[in-house]
């Protein structure tokens, strides 16, 4: 369990994990129901503002070395203050990563599972969590990275495997709800970025902290494209004015793929990629609140929690009693919540820590 | 002893999971599973559904490779729903159905002019059902056209009915019209869904051509001028408007949809001859450009200018043909346009004044109208599209015959 350090192209993959795994279960439709047909302006609009989260992130922590957020939050408020925010981000990483796991064992039974109870279905990935969090977090990073390209191939493909179903004409009218339903409140669409939240966490693991300027910037520009060929594969092949809720739109998506009568149903394909996918990301989420959980309780090893946070996920994956009060969750309560911790906490934290530290060095003088 | 537990809890586990997922393996388990290949829904008594399940016979799969046409089984059920049929039909025949192969959906004509959105959203709501699943409004009983769906050159029902759609890219007579599309044009506010127009042929004599409006020109389901034995046919589109049937297409009609819709890689027609009155010329005409839709809004209606270009050539040969003459080819080629222009005129202006359906989703063009949703909703493209008018213009580039010029 001897953490160790990850070179910068593996930090990369781990950010655009987190991003991608969000996508593939029903991301691309949320954010097409917040902005409908103007989904892919908005989608480059919160781009770039995420690009600047990112830069400024990068701009905050360059004062703290490899110190992540749990150990400046001790820095600017104490013990107690670094317990809370641990206790929000805890909170945060396991609430989102239980949800999107339900959802997305909920898509698996539907497709393929029928008559399988959703714990069962469950299991296997609490299983692989109990394994990984017996290996180092290098290696687990390293199975990322081995995941990462076949993702990213599966979107690419998916996208122009579709290509001769698409009516391009979706994409009007040009600003779908109006100009502020896409510019101003669709800036809550940022939401979508939720894996900058990683960079709070990554400074103590990276080999070369000089290169954190282009992990923060690379990660979001290239969730930025899985978002637009994600987003514009949905908004494309299906029509946005009715809101027809699919389980997996990708997976629909999926379905339509045809080369001739020989080369058919490749959505099992998919999904098996996909399932290595949400499994890398319950790893890097479960690692990181492993991780947060040992700085708040200064405990010497993860051994003792290799267990239990792995449950921890699975029996907040089963709270839920419908696959409404999913949906209720995510698209009411967790999108708020990310841009609250991610993008108002964090940063606030981030930069208050900055003050102080001038403020010091303004007396040390 | 560490290693013991570990191998225990390992081996726990596996027969855990193990038995957990049996029951979703044992549902598609080849032993109890019935494949269906097509299935026929028509209007059945006191307000059901008349249900048929086409199988393919389980010894089929293996005999697969053999000259002969695999046997079907044919089974119909009355029910409520399509939920129920289906689950009345898994009691009946003690096995469960599995609508993974299915490749057919056939709904009888009484029944679409009813309705039939509300099925279509529990196909679409099924995992198992494709979106590739062909779509069909037959002209006879749906029953009765799957009973008469006999595939004369495969040896595979379900090949068949994957493939028999697939000559509308080169004669342009019917359309591939399958379940993904017709629910997609279903719920979309700027187009309307079609199917695929299918019927029994009872006639069997031989009708002449006649003049300019060829009988094939005029040709649909269940009163085609094909010989043989009784079979299952498909010319021609079956129009919806919300979920409805409001008409039917005849081929050249149909034709005209897809030369619209970019969707037709060739295909023949027949005009007057510049040289031998009473006789006509058969001219293979093949798309040259993508076929530009433009709409603008004059006095709140839509003016749709329509603009194709095909490139010829002359299929017809008689011993006084002169094809290397260019003022033949260009009277030929404005024949072409004239005749070309015509159709698609008549067929826009059904479509949009009787049938007040928007197949060729032309709504999707105006879209860029728009800044808003809102602003196109108020706008209301469906009712506004009746009041459509087109101007089409047609540029045909005869340029010359096969292998003989001149005779």
Redesign the interface.
Known sequence: MTDTKITSKEAIMLIVTIFVSHTIVTLSKNLLSNTKSATLINLIYVGIIALLFAYIIFRLLRNFASLDIIDISQYLGGPIFKNIVGGIFIAYFIGTSSNLLREFCEGLRVAFFPMTNILFILIPFILVLFLTNSLSFSSNIKTVSLVFPFVLISIVFLFFGNFQNFSFERMFPLLGKGFSDTFITGIGNIFAFSGISCLYFIPPYLKEPQQMKKICLTSVIIGLFYFLFCTATVLLLFSFFVDVDEVLPLYSAASYIEFGVFFQRLEPLFMLIWILEIGCYMIIINRFSIHIFQKMTNLKSQKPLAMIFPLFVLGIALLPQNYSIIRFLETNIYSYFIIAVVFVLGITILFLANLKKRKERKNSL | MKHLIKVFCFVI?FV??TV??S??Y??VNLDNIAVVVAIGIDKGENNTLKVSFQFTAPSSVSESGSSETAPTILKSIDASSISSAVNLMNSHLGKELTLAHCKLVVFSEELAKEGISDIIYTFMND?QM???CNVVVSKCPANYYIENSKPFLEPLIS?YY??FVSSNQFTGYTANATL?KFF??M????CDSYAILGGINFQLSKNAQEGFSTKESADISNSASLNGSTSSENVGLAVFREGKLVGELNAIETLAFMCIGNTVKGFLISVPSSQIENETLDIYLTPSHKTKIDVSFVNGSPFIKIHSKFSGQIRSMTNDSNYLDNEVLKRISEACNRYLEYVFTQYLYKTAKEYKSDIN?IG??S??L???????EDYGWREHFQDSFFDVSVDVNVKSSSLLSDS
């Open positions: 586990i855990i999971l957990s997922f029951s979703s044992l549902q995992a494709r979106p590739s090949k994957e493939l993904g997609d044009n719920i979309c506010q700027s989703a999707k063009t879209l860029k728009f800044k808003t949703i809102s602003q196109y």
